[in-house]
Each structure stands twice: as C-alpha cells, then as structure tokens.
C-alpha cells in the first residue's frame, strides 16, 4: 500500500554539489533521507515512468537507505530500478551500467573518500541521464525543494532481497538485481589490452592493490586476480566494509599509508595502487616512488597510443584550475585542446558529450576517459599496467622519461581544515578584492604577473562558474585558493601549489614549494585570520 507521510523541511538541509554528503548522525534524523529523495524525485518532475541504477560503495547505512529508497521510488511510480546485488555498485560502474541501460537516472549512496560507520559521513551523488552528476542547477532545485517539502511517498512493504541477481516485482515496479562486476569487466576489456597484461603478470611481474575496505575489493579480485591473472593475494582490503575497517578511503601519502611504507621497504612490489570508497579516485605508486595524480594525467595523455582504444587518436584533455599545467604541456605536443575547468567532475561532462576531449583528471587522485561520466579508478590502474606491460618500463622510469621531455611540474596540495565558516568565507572575499593589488608586486623573490579569480564559460552550455582564486608568477610557479565543497567539518581552505622546471628533476616537493607556501599564506593571511601556522594536511 502507498502511504503518503507528512513530514517539514529541515533548517538549512546541507547539500552537496551533487547530491547530499553529510555526517550519518545528521541522516539519521527522523525523515533525512526521506526528505530529500523524495524531494529529488519533485525537483525533476517526478519519476513515474522513469528507469533508475542504484547502488553504492556499502558504507555504514546504505542497506537502511537502498530500502527505503526502493519502496519510495515504487510509490512514486518508477518503473524499473537497475540495483547492484547486495546494494553494491562502484561510482564509475553506476555511470557505465546508467549509460549502457540508457536509464533515466542513477543513485550511488556513497561520501566517496570521507570515512564511513556510525559516526563518519553518507552521501548520495545523483547521476541523470548524461552518466554524469547533475549540475549545480539541478542542485539547487532539489536544496529548494528540501525548504518546502510537506510530505513524501512510500510503499508499505516488507524489505527487498537484494542478495539474488534476476527480476522481481514490488507493486507496479520492476526490480532487477544485477552482477555488480560483469559489465564494467567487460568494458574494460574493450579498452585496454588485457593479453599484455596478463603477460605482464606471468612473467611475475608483482602487484598491490589497496582496496581500502571499501567498495573496489570484488571488482579488483574479479578484474586483476581472476581476468588478469595477478598472483593471489594481490589485493588487499578486499572485503567492504560499513566503517572501511577504519581506515578513511582516500587513496593519498597519508590516508593509505601502510601501502606507501610497504612500497618504499625493501620489499616493494613493482606496482602499487589504491582506490578511493565508491572506486572512483586513483592512487599509483612504484617501487620507492609515488606519481603525483596531475603527473599521473599528463603521463597517460603522453602514452595514449599504447592502449587499443585510444591508439587512434584523441579529442583534447581537460583538467580543473587546481590541478598542474603538466597535462596541458602534453596537450600542446600532440596538437590538441587543453580545457581548464572548476573542480567537480561534472564540468567535464559536456566537454566528453561534445567529444571535445577525451581524458581528464583532477589533482585530487581523479583521472578518467569518455568511457563514462565519472572519474574512474580501476580504469587509470589498468591503463598503468598496459603501458608498462607495452613499453617494459617501471613506474619511476615511465615518469622520469616524462620529465625529461616535458621539465617537471613539482605540485602539492595543502589544506586547513575545520576552519570557521565565516572565517573562511571572508578570508577568501578579502583575498578576491586584494588580488589586482598583488600583480606586479614581488614576494619572496617572486614576481606575481597576474592574479585573478577562476571563471568558466561551458562552451557547451554557455554557463558560468566562478570558483577558485589564482595568482601567477613570472617563473612558471601558481598558486591556487579555494574551499572544499565536499567536507562536513566546518570549512576547508585548500591551497593547491606548483612550480615548473625544465631539468632539475630531483628536489622532494614539500622542500621546493616550501617557500611558494610561505608566499600564499602571506597573501591570504592565512595564520592571521584562522590561527593556522601550518597546514593540517599535505597530499
Ligand atoms: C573534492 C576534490 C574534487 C573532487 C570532489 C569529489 O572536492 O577536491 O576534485 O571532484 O572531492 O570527489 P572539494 O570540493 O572538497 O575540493 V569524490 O572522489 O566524490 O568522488
Ligand atoms: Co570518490
């Protein structure tokens, strides 16, 4: 039976940019959850008729949420809802399994790279028809609606078996429970060249995989041990769990750090990488080496002939304002576009539709193709692994050859985090109104040649976005502000830095760009206004 239930908006219902992504204690609150799916449902006119895939990266509260979410999309009229088996799909197989169904839209309960259980986060990133996220102003309606909801539709019914794969009913809607892992393995196989791979590993070529306790485990098994034959074992972390085991999923030198220990032991495996909580954000690391994710874009850019479906040719690439210029260097070689855009992958989508390019990244661990709409880690692993498995080169050579062709973009990211909200927000409006009066000035030795704030036209759909501050210095060295969109703890000031040079090869970052953070934090008055003498973190 549907059962309409009243219910009143909440104060100020945080959203995400595409989606919701909150502390679980928040979701927990009497109708949350409901609140906002059925206002999502309302904001894009209702979803009777409609085909949706849901899934997610099986954090703490998705088996509660997958639920409720079935029996509200059946009393809302949906037709049919594409569910991973035990509620389980990856962020990058939810867009293929979207695009591939042409369904109108898709689900994937997940905070990515933010920890999980009782008292860790939740989220919800919406995907429409496109494969990708929806954009801000889709956003923004579904935050509207949050403000006026009054009441919410649900099916009374017992809960849905999502353990067995096949086609059931639940009222008027049909259900169908699929293999999380078949179809994007297959699409994998189409991309890459899984023959050389496989040689790779039975000339023992050895292999480590972090799956972060987190959604990638099956997919990695499946695709590395079972299809590519790396030995057993070769992933670690394997099995999903609702609180990660504890860790918090964001492949990075600190999150995943008894990786990186184990990769700059004395028994390091050749490869090693990790994959963020919904499988979407990419880690790679060599023997004593690590690949900065900007670096990790352009090196992939630069050997794009080496994989079966890119051999021949590409559209252009794209990366978001924070990320290094290294892709762009790469761009202007092979004689295509370099896009520069916000941070957020669903300002990548149009440019993928319009087949303006075809890989992008961000420096926060993404990289990704036009194969979906999302950013896609196990992707950018296997691409890794064909290029070594084709050229014979480790991971450091493959990236020192890079360097000496194209000079090294030496790049950090540093954040300051649980900072005040007010705080935040006038340190960055002081910061834009003071930027024109650094231009032409020096500091630290370093001449600013212009300093602005960051503004996209989509030349899609001709939309703009501001977001992000940037200052430039004659030597190549930049500067990046802005704040995270994605925290749930106060505001996250994050000051992303790089310097260019042409032959020195061999500096650590954290001493290069020691002198660049000095010169931001000035700029911005960083310790001034938030008490911060240092950053919290440095990825
Ligand atoms: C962060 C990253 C950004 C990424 C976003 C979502 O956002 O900086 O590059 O697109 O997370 O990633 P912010 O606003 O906190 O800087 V995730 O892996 O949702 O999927
Ligand atoms: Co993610």
Same mark, same amino acid.
């Given at each position: 039976?549907?059962?309409?239930?009243?219910?009143?908006?909440?104060?100020?219902?945080?959203?995400?940019?595409?989606?919701?992504?909150?502390k679980?204690?928040?979701?927990?609150?009497?109708?949350?959850?409901?609140?906002?799916?059925?206002?999502?449902?309302?904001?894009?006119?209702?979803?009777?008729?409609q085909?949706?895939?849901?899934?997610?990266?099986?954090?703490?509260?998705?088996?509660i949420?997958?639920?409720?979410?079935?029996?509200m999309?059946?009393?809302?009229?949906?037709?049919?809802?594409i569910?991973?088996?035990?509620?389980?799909?990856?962020?990058?197989a939810?867009?293929h399994?979207?695009?591939?169904?042409?369904?109108?839209?898709?689900?994937t309960?997940?905070?990515?790279?933010?920890?999980?259980?009782?008292?860790?986060?939740?989220?919800i990133?919406?995907?429409?028809?496109?494969?990708?996220?929806?954009?801000s102003?889709?956003?923004?309606?579904i935050?509207?609606?949050?403000?006026?909801?009054?009441?919410?539709?649900i099916?009374?019914?017992?809960?849905?078996?999502?353990?067995?794969?096949?086609?059931?009913?639940?009222?008027?809607?049909?259900?169908?429970?699929?293999?999380?892992i078949?179809?994007?393995?297959?699409?994998?196989?189409?991309?890459?060249?899984?023959?050389?791979?496989?040689?790779?590993?039975?000339?023992?070529?050895?292999?480590?995989?972090?799956?972060m306790?987190?959604?990638?485990?099956?997919?990695?098994i499946?695709?590395?041990?079972?299809?590519l034959?790396?030995?057993?074992?070769?992933?670690?972390?394997?099995v999903?769990?609702?609180?990660?085991?504890?860790?918090?999923?964001?492949?990075?030198?600190?999150?995943?750090?008894?990786?990186?220990?184990?990769?700059?032991?004395?028994?390091a495996? @050749? &490869?090693a %990488?990790?994959?963020?909580?919904d499988g =979407?954000?990419? !880690?790679i690391?060599?023997?004593?080496f690590?690949? *900065?994710?900007?670096?990790s874009?352009?090196?992939?850019?630069?050997?794009?002939?080496?994989?079966?479906?890119?051999?021949?040719?590409?559209?252009?690439?794209?990366?978001?304002?924070?990320?290094?210029?290294?892709?762009?260097?790469?761009?202007?070689?092979l004689?295509?576009?370099?896009?520069?855009?916000?941070?957020?992958?669903?300002?990548?989508?149009?440019?993928?539709?319009?087949?303006?390019?075809?890989?992008?990244g961000?420096?926060?661990?993404?990289?990704?193709s036009?194969h979906?709409?999302?950013?896609?880690?196990?992707?950018?692993?296997?691409?890794?692994?064909?290029?070594?498995?084709?050229t014979?080169k480790?991971v450091?050579?493959?990236?020192?050859?890079?360097?000496?062709k194209y000079?090294?973009?030496?790049?950090?990211?540093? @954040? &300051?985090? %649980?900072?005040?909200?007010?705080?935040? =927000?006038?340190? !960055?409006?002081?910061?834009?109104?003071?930027?024109? *009066?650094?231009e032409?000035?020096?500091?630290?030795?370093?001449?600013?040649?212009?300093?602005?704030?960051?503004?996209?036209?989509?030349?899609?759909?001709?939309?703009?976005?501001?977001?992000?501050?940037?200052?430039?210095f004659?030597?190549g060295?930049?500067?990046c502000?802005?704040?995270?969109?994605t925290?749930?703890?106060?505001?996250?000031?994050?000051?992303?830095?790089?310097?260019?040079?042409?032959?020195?090869?061999d500096?650590n970052?954290?001493?290069?760009?020691?002198?660049?953070?000095?010169i931001?934090?000035?700029l911005?008055?960083?310790?001034?206004?938030?008490?911060?003498?240092?950053?919290?973190l440095?990825?």
């Open positions: 039976m549907i059962k309409t239930v009243s219910t009143s908006p909440y104060n100020g219902q945080k959203m995400g940019t595409a989606g919701i992504r909150q679980v204690q928040t979701v927990l609150q009497k109708n949350y959850l409901e609140n906002f799916i059925q206002s999502l449902f309302n904001a894009i006119g209702g979803v009777k008729g085909t949706f895939v849901l899934g997610g990266d099986g954090r703490y509260y998705n088996d949420a997958l639920q409720k979410i079935i029996k999309a059946a009393a809302n009229g949906m037709k049919k809802l569910i991973g088996q035990n509620g389980m799909l990856s962020t990058p939810s867009s399994i979207l695009l591939k169904n042409h369904a109108d839209g898709g689900l309960l997940s905070a990515s790279h933010n920890p999980g259980g009782i008292n860790g986060d939740f989220g990133k919406y995907a429409t028809k496109t494969g990708g996220q929806c954009s102003a889709v956003s923004d309606k935050f509207e609606e949050t403000k006026r909801i009054t009441s919410y539709k099916l009374e019914t017992d809960d849905i078996d999502l353990s067995k794969k096949g086609v059931q009913k639940l009222g008027d809607m049909e259900i169908e429970v699929i293999d999380p078949e179809d994007y393995l297959e699409l994998m196989q189409q991309i890459f060249d899984f023959d050389a791979i496989k040689k790779l590993f039975q000339s023992g070529f050895s292999f480590v995989f972090d799956a306790n987190a959604v990638t485990g099956p997919y990695a499946k695709i590395f041990e079972e299809a034959g790396a030995k057993k074992g070769s992933v670690i972390n394997a999903p769990m609702p609180d990660f085991g504890g860790l918090h999923p964001d492949p990075n030198l600190v999150y995943a750090k008894d990786l990186v220990s184990l990769m700059y032991g004395d028994h495996p @050749d &490869f %990488a990790a994959n963020d909580g =979407d954000r990419n !880690m690391l060599g023997k004593k690590f690949v *900065s994710p900007s670096d874009l352009a090196i992939l850019t630069d050997n794009y002939r080496y994989i079966p479906a890119y051999k021949n040719g590409i559209y252009g690439v794209a990366k978001s304002a924070a990320t290094s210029t290294a892709v762009c260097r790469v761009a202007k070689a004689g295509v576009d370099c896009y520069e855009v916000p941070t957020g992958w669903k300002n990548f989508c149009n440019l993928m539709d319009s087949k303006r390019i075809t890989f992008c961000e420096e926060s661990f993404g990289t990704g036009s979906i709409r999302e950013k896609d880690g196990i992707w950018a692993v296997l691409f890794w692994l064909n290029i070594i498995a084709a014979g480790s450091s050579q493959i990236t020192r050859d890079f360097w000496k000079g090294r973009t030496y790049y950090l990211r540093f @954040d &300051f985090e %649980a900072i005040d909200l007010k705080v935040a =927000d006038d340190l !960055m409006a002081d910061l834009e109104n003071n930027l024109s *009066s650094f032409g000035k020096t500091y630290g030795g370093r001449k600013v040649t212009s300093a602005h704030p960051f503004v996209y036209q989509d030349p899609v759909d001709g939309s703009q976005t501001k977001n992000g501050l940037l200052v430039y004659e030597d060295a930049r500067i502000y802005r704040l995270s969109g925290g749930t703890n106060g505001a996250t000031l994050r000051v992303y830095i790089e310097a260019y040079e042409k032959e020195n090869f500096e970052p954290k001493d290069k760009l020691r002198s660049l953070l000095d931001a934090m000035t911005a008055q960083i310790e001034k206004r938030t008490g911060k003498t240092k950053p919290d440095t990825t």
